[in-house]
Nanobody, 127 residues
């Protein structure tokens, strides 16, 4: 069983930046897909970004249209960590952000494809 712990959330003004981190423990996660999702009050959890390992040093990244060009997902397999750099933040980015790990088949953008989830970290963007 993999445990995931997010950090780095907080309050920021519109146009600002935050960097979220997710530490994985329990087993090596280098071969698994890692994703970031978010959930705003009263809304369903939605896909933000995913990173899929092709090899130890090569990855494919995918983003929701709403964050493309502003957010960057990255991973450090040696440290069992995945990060989400968020720039040009908007009030509509306000949500609880979750880190997730996908071990098996399934689409990288659907919540049901993921096997392990962190507790979430709050990101609030003020206007």
């Amino acid at each position: 069983q993999v445990q995931l712990q997010e950090s780095g959330g907080g309050l920021v003004q519109a146009g600002g930046s935050l960097r979220l981190s997710c530490a994985a423990s329990g087993r090596t996660f280098s071969s698994y897909t890692m994703g970031w999702f978010r959930q705003a009050p009263g809304k369903a959890r939605e896909f933000v970004a995913a990173i899929i390992s092709i090899s130890w040093t090569a990855y494919s990244t995918y983003y929701a249209n709403s964050v493309k060009g502003r957010f960057t997902i990255s991973r450090d397999n040696a440290k069992n960590m995945v990060s989400l750099q968020m720039n040009s933040l908007k009030p509509e980015d306000t949500a609880v952000y979750y880190c997730a790990l996908k071990q098996g088949l399934g689409q990288y953008y659907t919540t049901t494809s993921y096997d392990s989830w962190g507790q979430g970290t709050q990101v609030t963007v003020s206007s």
